[in-house]
T-cell receptor, first 114, second 113 residues
Framework: GDSVTQMEGPVTLSEEAFLTINCTYT??????LFWYVQYPGEGLQLLLKATKADDKGSNKGFEATYRKETTSFHLEKGSVQVSDSAVYFC?????????????FGTGTRLTIIP | NAGVMQNPRHLVRRRGQEARLRCSPM?????VYWYRQLPEEGLKFMVY????????ESGMPKERFSAEFPKEGPSILRIQQVVRGDSAAYFC???????????FGPGTRLTVT
């Protein structure tokens, strides 16, 4: 079945450090890929997405590129801030009729220290 | 434009009681999804509904769990005879009919004592 494997956390970085959170996927078709962020006590917010190979999603300084050859969608940010502390989820969806569900990775907890 | 609304935000039930979780999708959205998040885990898909129809319930436990999305009113996730293992955060998401992007509510945190 379809699955998402995420870098295990927790991850702790100093402010202004470079961030990479790895994500790889297995899918039977051609999925769309997503990164969601969850702040403490809140629901998930869509951070960025990419719908086809070589697309780059970007938002709030975060980027991820859909790599079909390595089945990866790694999240990066050049300089993290304390406000980026949250749990990050990689997800995929095949968006076939009747199969619009999101399949999530287990999440990576990120803590940024001043 | 109000986002996806879920209530209650926190729900405590004793073993054997029933839990009813409500989800009001964003205005104009006709698709609703329910996900469950166990402690320290990712979200797991439970069920996908459109108005008056269950489209995909492949993630729903076979017993005690049911979901509906009536023509009028919110979507309801119902858990009968709750057990401690049902303790989790339950998230609802909605999307419009012409887009697959899902918008999540703040979740209902169910605690079974």
């Amino acid at each position: 079945g379809d699955s998402v494997t995420q870098m295990e956390g927790p991850v702790t970085l100093s402010e202004e450090a470079f961030l990479t959170i790895n994500c790889t996927y297995t899918a039977t078709g051609y999925p769309s890929l997503f990164w969601y962020v969850q702040y403490p006590g809140e629901g998930l917010q869509l951070l960025l997405k990419a719908t086809k190979a070589d697309d780059k999603g970007s938002n709030k300084g975060f980027e991820a590129t859909y790599r079909k050859e390595t089945t990866s969608f790694h999240l990066e940010k050049g300089s993290v801030q304390v406000s980026d502390s949250a749990v990050y989820f990689c997800a995929l969806s095949l968006f076939d009729f009747g199969n619009e569900k999101l399949t999530f990775g287990t999440g990576t907890r990120l803590t940024i220290i001043p | 434009n109000a986002g996806v609304m879920q209530n209650p935000r926190h729900l405590v039930r004793r073993r054997g009681q029933e839990a009813r979780l409500r989800c009001s999708p964003m205005k104009g959205h006709s698709h609703v999804y329910w996900y469950r998040q166990l402690p320290e885990e990712g979200l797991k898909f439970m069920v996908y509904l459109q108005k008056e129809n269950i489209i995909d319930e492949s993630g729903m436990p076979k017993e005690r769990f049911s979901a509906e999305f009536p023509k009028e009113g919110p979507s309801i996730l119902r858990i009968q005879q709750v057990v401690r293992g049902d303790s989790a955060a339950y998230f609802c998401a909605s999307s419009p009919s012409d887009s697959y992007e899902q918008y999540f509510g703040p979740g209902t945190r169910l605690t079974v004592t």
